[in-house]
């Protein structure tokens, strides 16, 4: 399985980016994507989460109303909307996969296949 995140960039405080997660090689299986994001010297945090049947959303409080996550199993992507960044949201941003059946976003260890990650800096 294999993951591309695309989509980051710099943006200015209340603008907005769509982070795209393209997902090839998984060939069966139910899967849920996340999306992760690591500031320096800080954790990685879950952002967001979708199931395989666009159902299981979850999102991280610091994103709720501002973040859309959405999926497009036809072309194999998943797309996080971020609309009214704020410096706060900069990082690297990371998609990522499992098979187990999660009870909200999970612990970034029960993600078995990662993308390399793309970066968000929002700035004035």
């Known amino acids: 399985l294999k993951l591309v995140e695309s989509g980051g960039g710099n943006v200015q405080p209340g603008g907005s980016l769509r982070l795209a997660c393209k997902v090839s090689?998984?060939?069966?299986?139910?899967?849920?994507i996340g999306w992760f994001r690591q500031a320096p010297g800080k954790e990685q945090e879950g952002v967001s989460c979708?199931?395989?049947?666009?159902?299981?959303?979850n999102y991280a409080d610091s994103v709720k109303g501002r973040f859309t996550i959405a999926r497009d199993n036809v072309n194999n992507m998943v797309y996080l909307h971020m609309n009214n960044l704020q410096p706060e949201d900069t990082g690297a941003y990371y998609c990522?996969?499992?098979?187990?059946?999660?009870?909200?976003?999970?612990?970034?260890?029960?993600?078995?296949?990662w993308g390399q990650g793309t970066q968000v800096t929002v700035s004035s």
């Open positions: 990522a996969a499992t098979l187990r059946l999660l009870h909200g976003i999970g612990d970034p260890i029960f993600y078995a296949y």
């Open positions: 090689g998984f060939t069966s299986g139910y899967y849920t």
């Open positions: 979708i199931g395989e049947d666009g159902g299981n959303i």
